[in-house]
């Protein structure tokens, strides 16, 4: 899977990127296929995270590349890199089905592979998962415009220039965002995982 | 570049790093003067990035492809395009038939186009004609053959036609039959003139002698048939004359317009006796006087050509168009009351078989059934139109007297009398009434029938 952590349009990494947007405007369904296999665990986290919902998660994803289908055509790669690109429709996606269905009951299990990933102690492995199912739930109290900055960001994996072209905000707006959100976030677990607040600190 | 923006930017390279396989140790050390205040950070952006780490599951990502990718349209696309390999449909095709047999053998082997619609081709063929305009060329070769055929035709039919005649002369074909031939004969005559076609001076000689001999044998022992249809027929027939005449007429046309004349004769003296049935009282001065003094025979005069129906006579005529029950019906008609009765029955000893007129001196009929067949009397009252059925003993009304005399129902007849019941109906629904009589003239004594 590509790393969507470093997406800046004209860098020379992103040529190869680009001919499978500009081969997959053109009809070509492997282009296409390579394109949803880039970017579905991008869309899925973002989605997840933004809904906390799996089943909602799934079909919004499936909706976002639907629409992504749509407007492939009249995507332009020099105007808006492809990832903020898919994300902004990502990002409207979840507005709307949240708007159509209201807030919908979240999930309380982490997923599997969040678990398996842990030392081997297993006291400190289960501290750590609390504090990870704890800190998606600090996520969520954010403000909405820090939210949506932390989730782009470690989430969706988009960079500070993507994660401003998505939402359209200015970069520097965009880091002044994420790092209040990242503070309010070590307020919030401080109380409940001390020993993790000093680590970080 | 402010503090925070380096922090961030310090930020996305430490977890680009992570990302490329670099433990978090090595990822902070590479930042060492900024380790103090990238570490939190750091580590709170893996924390992150683990509690969505989460990957959607496989079934959904190969449908949610597939669904994408059939939204795409290629797929379906290209599936329909797709055409076998052909060593792959002669295989099938080899297969198939030595599965199915030989059935499907034959049906393989040819198999037809489909049929077009009847109406595409005559919609082809209108445009056709409306994009020429103007009608086809004539070619001598079809026109030749055409009128070969033409004059073919014309002589099947009246061949075809010579030979019912014939047959029909044999036995006792029926003047409305023959009539029916003679105008179908002379009408393709009449087609094949108007086409420019010659026709034999012999066929239409023929056509009016059997013409006139048809109107000859009216009058005999015949009814006459529809006297309109005979005068056109012999006026179509002097046309045709006229026309085959030219200006050196063959002889045998003389024969022809003789045939008609006589035959033009014949018809018209008919219709001035159909035309006045109650002729004046002098008209009927003899055949009156003929049968005035026989009020016993059982022999019908035969009907002359004008007559007058005075009282005491019954006149018997046939009814062709009647075929109730399967029987031959006649029409008995005297001055006061007409109905229909069957051939085959007898009324009172007279032969009601035969046309003609005969004297009567009751005022009611009595009409037997034939033995073994229908064992009913009928008495008919000859001045008001009752009818009883005497029938094992059992009298039965099935009409009251009177012009609107009252009709018992044909399923009682029929409960009471059996197969006989439908003839009795029949006879009864037949009875025509007259009204009252008006004044009329007495009769000079010596034309008065005479009574036994």
């Known amino acids: 899977m590509t790393n969507s952590f470093s997406q800046t349009a004209g860098g020379p990494d992103w040529e190869p990127q680009r001919q499978i947007v500009e081969a997959a405007q053109a009809g070509d369904l492997e282009a296409l296929g390579a394109l949803y296999d880039n970017h579905i665990n991008q869309v899925y986290r973002y989605s997840l995270a933004r809904l906390g919902n799996i089943h909602d998660a799934e079909d919004v994803a499936e909706e976002i590349f639907l629409k992504m289908l749509a407007g492939l055509p009249g995507y332009q790669w020099r105007k808006v890199p492809f990832a903020a690109w898919l994300m902004r429709i990502a990002h409207n996606e979840v507005i709307s089905f949240t708007r159509r269905n209201g807030k919908r009951a979240r999930d309380t299990d982490l997923p599997d592979e969040i678990v398996d990933r842990g030392n081997d102690d297993p006291a400190e492995a289960t501290e750590r998962l609390l504090a990870i199912e704890d800190l998606r739930r600090a996520v969520v109290l954010l403000p909405e415009a820090q939210r949506d900055v932390i989730i782009l960001r470690f989430a969706a994996g988009l960079s500070v220039a993507d994660t401003a072209r998505t939402l359209g905000k200015q970069e520097n707006n965009v880091k002044v965002l994420q790092h209040k959100g990242m503070q309010r976030l070590q307020v919030l677990m401080t109380p409940k995982y001390p020993e993790l607040a000093r680590r970080q600190q | 570049m402010s503090r925070d923006d380096r922090l961030a930017q310090l930020l996305q390279e430490c977890v680009a790093a992570y990302e490329t396989g670099l433990s978090p140790e090595e990822c902070l050390s590479a930042f060492a003067a900024d380790r103090t205040a990238l570490e939190p950070l750091f580590r709170q952006a893996l924390s992150l990035r683990f509690a969505f780490a989460s990957a959607p599951a496989e079934e959904f990502i190969r449908r949610t492809k597939e669904r994408l990718l059939f939204a795409a349209g290629h797929e379906v696309s290209a599936a329909f395009a797709l055409e076998p390999a052909p060593e792959f449909t002669a295989r099938a095709r ?68 010579g030979l019912a005649y014939v047959v029909l002369q044999s036995g006792t074909p029926a003047i409305a039959d023959e009539l029916d031939i003679l105008i179908e004969e002379t009408n393709v005559v009449q087609q094949k003139l108007d086409a420019g076609e010659d026709v034999a001076v012999t066929v239409i000689v023929n056509l009016t002698e059997r013409t006139n001999d048809l109107v000859q044998k009216l009058g005999d022992d015949v009814s006459p048939p529809d006297s309109e249809k005979l005068q056109d027929l012999i006026q179509q027939q002097e046309e045709i004359v006229e026309q085959v005449s030219g200006d050196e007429p063959a002889p045998e046309l003389a024969e022809a317009k003789q045939n008609l004349d006589e035959a033009s004769e014949k018809v018209t003296a008919l219709a001035l006796a159909d035309s006045s049935p109650t002729a004046t009282p002098e008209a009927s001065a ?71 007129v005969l004297p009567y001196d009751v005022d009611t009929l009595r009409v037997d059934g034939p033995d073994g067949e229908a064992d009913v009397t009928l008495l008919i009252n000859l001045k008001n139109g009752a009818i009883t059925a005497l029938s094992g003993g059992e009298q039965i009304r099935a009409r009251r007297g009177g012009v609107l005399g009252e009709i018992i129902s044909q399923a009682e007849l029929t409960t009471k009398l059996g197969s006989a019941g439908a003839v009795v109906y029949h006879i009864a629904a037949s009875m025509e009434v007259a009204l009252p009589p008006t004044p009329t003239p007495e009769p000079a004594p010596t034309e008065t029938p005479a009574t036994p």
């Open chain 2, 94 to 161: 080899h297969k198939l038939v030595q599965t199915a047999g030989a059935t499907a053998r034959e049906a393989l082997r040819a198999v037809p186009p489909p049929r077009l619609p009847f109406w595409v081709n005559a919609r082809r063929r209108l445009l056709e004609a409306a994009a020429l305009g103007a009608r086809p060329a004539v070619r001598p070769m079809a026109l030749a053959l055409r009128a070969g055929f033409s004059a073919a035709v014309v002589v099947l039919a009246i061949a075809a036609t």
């Open chain 2, 286 to 356: 003899e055949p009156s006087a003929a049968v005035a003094g026989s009020p016993a025979a059982t022999t019908p005069q035969p009907a002359p050509t004008t007559f007058v129906l005075l009282a005491d006579q019954i006149y018997f005529s046939a009814e062709p168009g009647d075929a109730t029950a399967g029987l031959t019906w006649r029409r008995a008609k005297t001055l006061g009351v007409s109905f229909v009765l069957p051939g085959s029955w007898k009324a009172s000893g007279l032969a009601i078989n035969l046309d003609g």
